[in-house]
């Protein structure tokens, strides 16, 4: 699909999200769920397939319970530098308000990723450090994009049940920090970019680099 809707929906002269294009196209697997508080709340599961980030938006954001199916409306591909991103995008532009990166690491796809995408059932390995084990996203039944990479399909996110399932507790109320800069969305907003430096394990901020 590439990167063509990503980069009409934004203007990267206002916000400090990358345009992307930059890292070369590998073959990489890495993972990422960003926790976005735009004019909802929700969570970005992304993948890295074929070069760039696939992604949807999981409202509730992820369960460790394999009988709660959480919907995962797929989003528009991102590209890859788009895993590192932490900051505040500007109110008034496309997904204004503060993203923080909630969990990160690699996947492992059972059978052939882009087969699986295609058909609608995806069946993965998460190795993050928040979650792990097997999980599946199934596309639901009914409209069906018109494949422009901007289609908005309802699939469902599921744990499979295995040793990292569990069906008590909320894992998004039990982790509701950064696993990159330790900060939570409300202290993204005070101190947004580069002044954050009070934990001491601060990263280079990409929110401030632009
Ligand atoms: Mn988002």
């Known amino acids: 699909m590439g990167l063509r809707v990503y980069r009409q929906k934004r203007d990267f002269t206002a916000t400090p999200e990358p345009a992307g294009g930059k890292r070369p196209r590998g073959k990489g697997h890495s993972y990422?769920?960003?926790?976005?508080?735009?004019?909802?709340?929700?969570?970005d599961f992304?993948?890295?397939?074929?070069?760039?980030?696939?992604?949807?938006?999981?409202?509730?954001?992820?369960?460790?319970?394999?009988?709660?199916?959480r919907l995962a409306v797929h989003v528009e591909d991102h590209p890859l530098e788009?895993?590192?991103f932490e900051?505040?995008?500007?109110?008034?532009?496309?997904?204004?308000?503060?993203?923080?990166l909630w969990d990160r690491g690699t996947w492992t796809p059972?059978?052939?990723?882009?087969?699986?995408?295609?058909?609608?059932?995806?069946s993965f390995d998460l190795d993050g450090e928040r979650?792990?084990?097997?999980?599946?996203?199934?596309?639901?039944?009914?409209?069906?994009?018109?494949?422009?990479?901007d289609?908005?399909?309802?699939?469902?996110?599921?744990?499979?049940?295995?040793?990292?399932?569990?069906?008590?507790g909320d894992v998004t109320k039990e982790h509701v920090e950064s696993v990159k800069s330790g900060r939570s969305l409300d202290e993204l907003l005070q101190r947004p970019g580069k002044s954050w430096e009070s934990n001491?394990?601060?990263?280079?901020?990409v929110a401030g680099s632009r």
């Open 151 to 168: 289609d908005h399909d309802n699939w469902l996110l599921m744990k499979s049940d295995d040793e990292a399932a569990r069906t008590k």
């Open 110 to 122: 059972h059978g052939d990723p882009s087969e699986g995408l295609a058909k609608g059932k995806l």
């Open 46 to 69: 992304r993948l890295e397939h074929d070069g760039v980030l696939v992604s949807w938006a999981v409202p509730k954001g992820p369960s460790l319970d394999p009988g709660e199916k």
């Open 32 to 43: 990422v769920i960003q926790k976005h508080a735009a004019t909802r709340l929700h969570y």
């Open 87 to 100: 900051g505040v995008i500007p109110t008034g532009h496309y997904g204004g308000g503060p993203v923080l």
């Open 131 to 149: 979650l792990q084990g097997r999980w599946a996203l199934v596309r639901m039944h009914g409209r069906r994009g018109n494949g422009d990479g």
């Open 200 to 205: 001491g394990a601060a990263e280079p901020d």
């Open 82 to 84: 788009y895993g590192g």
